[in-house]
């Protein structure tokens, strides 16, 4: 189970300059995958051996009249809500700001750690002007400067000291965890109540961690999963403005518990920009992904309706479209056991292994008919490949010059590997080393 450190503060302290130094320094820290664009909002860091999600607050402000009441209020609730821990970023430049002072009061009521970071400091005078932010009462300042990365480490040391990575359930580890996740009112609570109103005597329900994301054992018509469920959960009111945030908090931390998820959307709103990103979070996390198109019965269709809808939604995830699309409708009960069918098959081939005899066999054979571009008269050859014990299928080509394999060759072998080994639903990822 992933923490997740959420960095707030008022706008212009550094709050995004920190979080992609996060994600993005320390040894590539995130490693994309070629098609995945990282939403600038989210991302995975690791440190000391020790991976966590961080989520930046401040990509999240609105223009408003009255700043602090109107926004950044919001996004600190929504941060204690939801995160273990959290790092509050001042600007030293600035000194201490009214509006540091009322979130500074925010934090020191509730009782997750809080880093108090002081952001811009270059230099050793700023080092000793750092001190005035004592007066914010939450203990002691960490100094640091964003842009160039000084201080960062020793704020890395303290947060992961205090993460807490262990997760105990009353359940066997080999019980596939299924998260239903989406936007709000897509219909994921109607499916789990659907799924469970099937049987009564299915479900203990438990919390799955200490943010209240709750595991329900659902085990019937042949199905054993534990339902990872953000539906329902510890709702409050929220501005509208901040309703995608929210799920998107939720959908992080339930697809980091899942090895599978359904995403749910709306037939009547089609595939929209929050689905996307949760979609992408799911890809980034190398999760099974099945597309659940809800209140396919409120839709005026023809024959070409499905095809279109599909190739909309195709258009909207590439390049990763080898995504089982499922249409639905949960009011009507239609085809929701045909779901689990599918993210039972999924998790099942999730766990593929292959011999490395059985991948040079097939793949080199595809290579030969289609070997990768000459670079400047340089010809790649790629000499071996086998698969990486992960919990998801990982493959490393060993060649001579692997930097000049380039995306649409990478995508070629993708391809082929989903073509001959059935991998569709799944994530994958490829490595090329020198040999």
């Known amino acids: 189970m992933k923490n997740i450190l959420a960095i707030v503060g008022r706008p212009n302290v550094g709050k995004s300059t920190l979080f992609n ?3 993005e320094s320390r040894q590539a820290i995130v490693e994309e995958s070629s098609g995945v664009t990282r939403d600038r909002h989210y991302g995975t860091s690791i440190w000391n051996g020790k991976e966590f999600s961080v989520i930046d607050t401040g990509g999240y402000v609105r223009g408003s009249d009255d700043i602090f009441e109107g926004e950044i209020r919001k996004q600190v609730d929504l941060a204690i809500d939801e995160a273990d821990s959290i790092v509050f970023v001042v600007d030293v430049n ?224 590439a390049p990763f479209t080898d995504v089982p699309i499922l249409f639905t409708s949960v009011l009507n009960k239609q085809r929701l056991l045909r779901a689990l069918d599918i993210a039972k098959d999924i998790y099942e081939r999730r766990s593929i292994k292959i011999t490395t005899s059985t991948l040079n066999n097939i793949l080199q054979e595809e290579i030969e008919k289609y070997p990768p571009p000459a670079i400047k008269g340089k010809y790649i050859k790629i000499k071996y490949i086998t698969q990486l014990p992960l919990a998801y299928p990982a493959f490393v080509f060993f060649c001579n010059l692997p930097q000049y394999i380039k995306p649409p060759y990478k995508r070629f072998l993708e391809n082929k590997l989903r073509q001959h080994f059935n991998l569709t639903g799944l994530p994958i990822e490829l490595f090329f080393r020198g040999k």
């Open 21 to 23: 130094r996060l994600v």
């Open 94 to 317: 600035t000194g201490v700001h009214p509006l540091d002072e009322e979130v500074a009061d925010i934090l020191r009521r509730q009782d997750k750690p809080v880093y108090l970071v002081a952001n811009k400091v270059d230099n050793t005078q700023k080092g000793f002007s750092s001190h005035d932010f004592y007066s914010l009462g939450l203990g002691d300042i960490y100094n640091i400067s964003a842009m160039n990365g000084s201080g960062t480490g020793d704020l890395l040391d303290a947060i992961v000291k205090d993460f807490v990575f262990e997760f105990e359930s009353m359940y066997p580890d080999d019980i596939p965890k299924l998260a239903v996740v989406g936007r709000p009112n897509v219909g994921k609570s109607s499916l789990i109540n659907a799924l469970l109103g099937e049987e009564r005597n299915i479900v203990t329900n438990i919390a799955g961690t200490t943010r209240d994301s709750l595991y329900t054992r659902y085990n019937s018509f042949g199905f054993d999963f534990l339902l990872v469920d953000t539906a329902g959960i510890r709702k409050k009111a929220r501005a509208k403005e901040n309703i995608e945030f929210y799920s998107t908090m939720r959908s992080i931390r339930a697809i980091e518990n899942s090895d599978v998820i359904l995403l749910m959307i709306d037939a009547q709103n089609g595939f929209e920009a929050q689905d996307l990103a949760i979609f992408q979070i799911a890809q980034r996390n190398k999760k099974g992904i099945v597309i659940v198109v809800n209140k396919w019965d409120t839709i005026d269709k023809d024959t070409h309706t499905t095809k279109i809808f599909t190739e909309q939604i195709h258009n909207r995830i």
